[in-house]
């Protein structure tokens, strides 16, 4: 059963047609990759899902209650988790406080003034931590951190609430392969073990391929395939989308992150994987 | 009807000078993304410029090319201080700007008491325009009809190079983005400097222009300041259109708002700025400000640290050695450290909305006067004692910074920071024209402490408790989930959102608290002096506290303690100098330019003085 119901989500900036009724289901449990090429519309989708873009048209249902219209603080307290493309994480404090505020707002402590802010639900913190590999830097400053340790960081902030939904927008961007796969394997067993939902969006196909158990395809803001991970790669159109046409999205990205690409995306993937 | 006529005409002349300076001040921002302060002094300049040219140049052109010149001078000098002042600060945090053009305040309101002499000086009249025009049985100076010409001059003119040459369309594409210069070929040094030239020269134009109507005075600086704020507030930063509407709008206010409510002039401009704000708190012109498109945000704040033993041993000695004063120190030095405390407690209460929560109020003054006129007020007219007054005087401090904050935390940026200062000249503007009530420039005198708080030592212990509990009860509040929500929202307002943390109610929170503790070191003022004048309200008063934070630097939590003991000792010395203001100016700007770092190195410099670890910048933690 689908908790989650997109339907006919539609945006515009000025005359461009960033999402053009887009609809969507996701069950619990499931693990499903949003892909296609930079600009397609996809963290536009997202945000719309959050809160944090109103769309123009298009409704989203979370176990039947209407999310367009709420702030993205509403929608957190209803059970959604997220994670950004461009990291969001609190710079001027240490990693564990970053999980530790998260937590102290589900406990709606923020108004509180003792204990102190630091002393707060430290073996919730830390177990988080720990479940996403980071609890050897859990002092550090968040603004000393590698980008890919701030990807862990935001999925152990989004995790504390024990959302049902979790949406992460690219979050393997700019880690090694190796940790790629392994977050994703991360995320896969937490969508296993808690029968939550995750939408994600990602650009390395070896990623997409080998941990979603559904893959959509946009392109400019439309739907262009949806299925299976064997159904989507066979799919002429999306082969298309990905191998004819000028931009490709690999090179693409490395400009968006600054990252260096490491050859695990586009055409390879998608035709050997 | 003709009545009518006369005033709405009267309304568009005064409209003239606040117009011109508005726009100048929007042009600079829209390109630069600075907020001048410095740009009511760049009108005072010319209005004192024009008033020297006027009196070599004589006869109608003389009296134009006086204008002309006038503005060209003060472009020169706009010039100058774009060079010398900002141009190696363009990548500072806004805050660091910010402070150095009132620095160039200081310094200018020095200079021209220097020159000109501290008398006011009368404009001489237009030639050609001496006389009054009749229109039906009322009487318009025919000079106002020129005002009027000229501002519809300078829109039109302003509309052509905006729109039709090729350096105009140039700078309004960089307005708009600002990537965009380097990709079009345009050197950037230029089009800011060039840029500064205009903006200047236009307040400079605005001020000689208005001479035959207000002549020149040393305090038309502040003066224009706030309505030439609310001006471009309501039209919309960056938006000349706006500017000249809203300036209209302000000044026809301001026509009629003296025959219906003479009392209420200055308020009732306020209030038409609220309104506006609640529906559009861009301005009626102003495009929302994009995240990040305001200078940087300086290099990230480490995380705080828990006290270490070492440095409660240090504040517990302080205690003690503070404690101990009386029995050795006299007077003097007992009235010097109760001033000194009052200090610290006001700048530790701006750090909290200016540090924590990035907050840069520009209007602090507000609620540390609000507190010391209630404090006043209540008992002059309730007859209080003072341990009542003490108790109310935060509490209807932090009332105002409710209904402050209510309408500015929806703010961020330099429109927060305009947005506080025009409120607080709204404070400061009922003090100072509610005469009755307040007394207006007289003040209120004769507020003294109770018969058992009377003596010197007796207060000063009084102050000793209460402000040093207030400064320990912010800095714990640092501590708090609050405190950590406030700067949480500072960081990453995007990542607050998205755990659940409503940002505005936690700013607004922090900005009611902050007003109570400024409302505290108000009323300990009050009772200190034993009298309050609407110069408690003023946008000086609201900048010492800037200064202090500043000095003390942003990023520590014990900074404005330690900038509160400098400053306050150097303003004592200071202040014994005729010209301490051009010492002070000259300071400030120095600070700025050579410690681009936010002062960290003079902040480390004090804090292994104190031997404080917390907010230590550390280096790359293990
Ligand atoms: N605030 C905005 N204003 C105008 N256009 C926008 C805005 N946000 C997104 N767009 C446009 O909408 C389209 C979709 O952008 P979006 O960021 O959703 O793409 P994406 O699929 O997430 O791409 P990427 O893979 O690069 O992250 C793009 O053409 C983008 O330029
Ligand atoms: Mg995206």
Not at chain 1, 22 to 31: A, I, R, Y
Not at chain 1, 87 to 115: C, D, K
Not at chain 2, 61 to 89: D, K, N, Q, T
Not at chain 2, 253 to 262: E, R, S
Request: charged share 15%; with cysteine.
């Amino acid at each position: 059963m689908s908790f989650l119901e997109v339907r006919g989500l539609t945006k515009s900036f000025g005359g461009v047609n960033a999402v053009n009724a887009v609809s969507l289901d996701l069950k619990e449990g499931e693990l499903l990759a949003l892909i296609g090429p930079n600009g397609a519309g996809k963290t536009t989708c997202f945000n719309m899902l959050y809160g944090q873009l109103k769309p123009d048209e298009g409704s989203v249902k979370l176990n039947g209650r209407e999310l367009i219209g709420q702030t993205p603080r509403k929608i957190w307290r209803m059970g959604v988790g997220r994670t950004f493309q461009i990291t969001a994480t609190y710079a001027s404090m240490t990693v564990m406080e970053n999980v530790q505020m998260a937590l102290i707002s589900h406990h709606r402590g923020i108004f509180s003034v003792w204990p102190p802010a630091s002393r707060r639900h430290r073996p919730e913190a830390h177990a988080l931590l720990e479940l996403v590999g980071m609890e050897s830097q859990a002092e550090r400053a968040a603004s000393v951190l590698a980008y890919g340790d701030l990807k862990r960081l935001e999925l152990a902030i989004a995790l504390a609430h024990s959302p049902r939904l979790l949406l992460m927008d690219e979050p393997t961007a700019g880690m090694a392969p190796k940790e790629r796969v392994g977050l994703m394997q991360l995320t896969a067993d937490i969508v296993k073990e808690r029968k939550i939902g995750v939408l994600f969006t990602e650009h390395d196909m070896d990623v997409v391929f080998a941990h979603a158990h559904r893959v959509l395809v946009l392109n400019r803001g439309e739907i262009l395939a949806d299925g299976s991970v064997d159904e989507v790669r066979a799919n002429p159109r999306v082969q298309e989308v990905y191998l004819g046409g000028g931009s490709t999205f690999g090179e693409q990205e490395d400009a968006d992150t600054g990252q260096s690409a490491d050859g695990s995306v586009d055409k390879e993937g998608l035709a050997n994987a | 009807m003709d009545f009518f006529v006369v005033q709405i005409l009267t309304g568009l002349s005064n409209a003239a000078a606040l117009f011109l300076v508005a726009s100048g001040l929007s042009i600079i921002f829209g390109v630069t993304r600075v907020v001048n302060f410095s740009h009511g002094s760049f009108y005072m300049l010319g209005a004192f410029i024009g008033y020297s040219l006027m009196t070599v140049l004589p006869g109608f052109i003389g009296f134009w090319a006086s204008i002309l010149l006038a503005g060209v001078a003060v472009g020169v000098i706009g010039l100058i201080v774009e060079m010398g002042v900002l141009r190696p600060i363009y990548k500072s945090p806004e805050l660091f700007q910010l402070v150095a053009t009132f620095g160039v305040i200081l310094v200018i309101q020095d200079l021209t008491l220097l020159i000109w002499g501290p008398d006011d000086l009368i404009g001489k009249r237009s030639p050609g325009f001496e006389g009054v025009v009749k229109i039906g049985d009322q009487l318009l100076p025919s000079y106002d009809l020129v005002l009027i010409f000229l501002s519809f001059l300078v829109l039109g003119g302003l509309w052509f190079l905006f729109n039709k040459t090729r350096v105009g369309i140039l700078v309004r594409a960089a307005t708009q983005d600002r990537e965009m210069v380097g990709a079009l070929g345009v050197n950037q040094s230029w089009l800011f400097s060039g840029v500064f030239f205009l903006g200047s020269a236009l307040a400079g134009i605005g001020g000689a222009a208005q001479l035959p109507k207000g002549g020149a005075d040393l305090l038309m600086d502040f003066n224009i300041l706030a309505p030439v704020f609310v001006v471009v507030v309501i039209g919309g930063m960056g938006s000349i259109p706006g500017a000249f509407v809203a300036a209209l709008i302000i000044s026809e206010l301001n026509v009629f708002g003296v025959q219906l409510l003479p009392q209420s002039t200055l308020v009732l401009m306020f209030v038409v700025m609220a309104v506006v704000l609640i529906f559009r708190p861009w301005g009626l012109f102003g495009r929302p400000e994009t995240l990040g498109s305001h200078g940087s945000q300086g290099p990230p704040e480490a995380p705080l640290r828990a006290f270490s033993g070492r440095l409660w041993l240090a504040l517990a000695a302080a205690a003690i050695a503070l404690t101990a004063v009386p029995l050795f120190g006299g007077t003097f030095l007992q009235v010097l450290l109760a001033d000194v405390i009052i200090a610290c407690l006001f700048a530790t209460s701006l750090h909290f909305i200016l540090g924590l929560g990035g907050l840069v109020s520009f209007g602090h003054a507000a609620t540390f006067g609000g507190g010391a006129y209630a404090a006043a007020l209540l008992v002059q007219y309730a007859e209080a004692p003072m341990e009542m007054a003490m108790l109310f005087a935060p509490l209807a401090a932090g009332l105002l910074a409710l209904v402050i904050g209510w309408f500015c935390v929806r703010l961020s940026g330099v429109y927060f920071a305009m947005l506080t200062l025009a409120f607080a000249q709204v404070v400061w503007s009922v003090a100072f024209q509610w005469g009755d009530v307040t007394g207006g420039d007289d003040g209120i005198l004769g507020i003294w402490p109770s018969a058992w708080a009377s003596g010197t030592t007796a207060y000063y212990y009084l102050v000793l408790t209460l402000g040093l509990g207030g400064i320990a009860t912010l800095l714990f509040m640092a501590y708090t989930p609050f405190g950590y929500a406030l700067r949480g929202g500072r960081d990453s307002a995007l990542r607050s959102e998205a755990i659940g943390i409503n940002v505005r109610l936690v700013q607004w929170s922090a900005f009611i608290f902050a007003g109570f503790m400024s409302g505290l070191a108000g009323a300990l003022f009050v009772f200190a002096k034993g009298s309050i004048f609407p110069t408690e309200l003023e946008i000086a008063r609201s900048f010492d506290a800037l200064i202090i934070v500043f000095l003390g630097g942003v990023q520590s939590l014990f900074g404005p303690l330690a900038g509160g003991v400098v400053f306050t000792l150097l303003q004592d010395w200071l202040s014994r100098f005729e010209y301490w203001r051009l010492f002070l100016g000259l300071m400030i700007i120095g600070i700025v330019i050579l410690l681009p770092n936010g002062l960290v190195g003079v902040g480390q410099w004090v804090r292994n003085r104190l031997g404080a670890a917390p907010g230590k910048p550390e280096e790359e933690a293990a």
